[in-house]
């Protein structure tokens, strides 16, 4: 009697569990990973962009930008005089204000001065708050955060946007309801 060669049944069984209980044991870190990875991404691009503002400032008269676009191209008509090989101060997908690594950004101008003086942008203003959220809370991140011209940056637990007016978010921390990064 010939016997034919192959697993049976109850051995695919076996292996189809196995790799059943390890995805499960798998994915959720996976998950949890990837929001991990998201918030950094979040928090990274909110200090890039604290430092870009401040360094404009420093370029443009002691004031900051509310044209995220001038912080990409300076010398397109935003500081009179700018050198046209001169520096930029960020790329363009920060401050194209699109959603990235899974948060949704926002920004918030301060007043501008009045009036602006000569030598400094159009688009001068004297503070700004830029504002990540999560595109889906608990999915795309946990938590939501924010930085402003003092360059405090701070996150709330919930997933919340830091709530923010007159480009500051100071009000939110001195509530206790968004927390300072160190």
């Known amino acids: ?5 192959g697993f049976t049944l109850i051995e695919l069984l076996i292996v189809v569990a196995i790799i059943g209980i390890i995805a499960a044991i798998a994915i959720p870190s996976l998950l949890r990973a990837r929001v991990s990875a998201n918030e950094s991404a979040t928090i990274g691009d909110i200090r890039t ?9 420093s370029s443009n008269g002691g004031f900051y930008e509310s044209n995220f676009d001038c912080l990409v191209n300076p ?3 935003c500081i009179p005089s700018y050198p046209t090989n001169g520096p930029t101060f960020v790329d ?5 204000m699109q959603a990235k690594s ?6 918030i101008a301060g007043p501008p ?3 602006i003086p000569a030598m400094s942008s159009p688009g001068s203003i ?3 708050a830029y504002i990540a959220s999560p595109v889906n809370v608990g999915q795309t991140g946990v938590r939501g955060f924010g930085g402003d011209s003092s360059g405090v940056l701070c996150f709330t637990n919930t997933g919340a946007a830091p709530a923010g007016a007159n480009g500051s978010i100071t009000a939110d921390i001195q509530a206790g309801t968004c927390f300072t990064l160190q």
């Not at 009697?1 to 060669?5: Q, V």
């Not at 962009?49 to 400032?57: D, E």
């Not at 899974?102 to 920004?107: C, D």
Request: glycine residues 6%.
């Open 126 to 128: 004297s503070a700004y």
């Open 1 to 5: 009697m010939k016997r034919e060669k």
């Open 49 to 57: 962009l604290i430092s870009a503002q401040a360094a404009y400032q």
């Open 102 to 107: 899974g948060y949704a950004r926002t920004r």
């Open 75 to 77: 010398s397109a008509g």
């Open 113 to 115: 001065p009045a009036p």
């Open 92 to 96: 363009s997908q920060i401050a194209s």
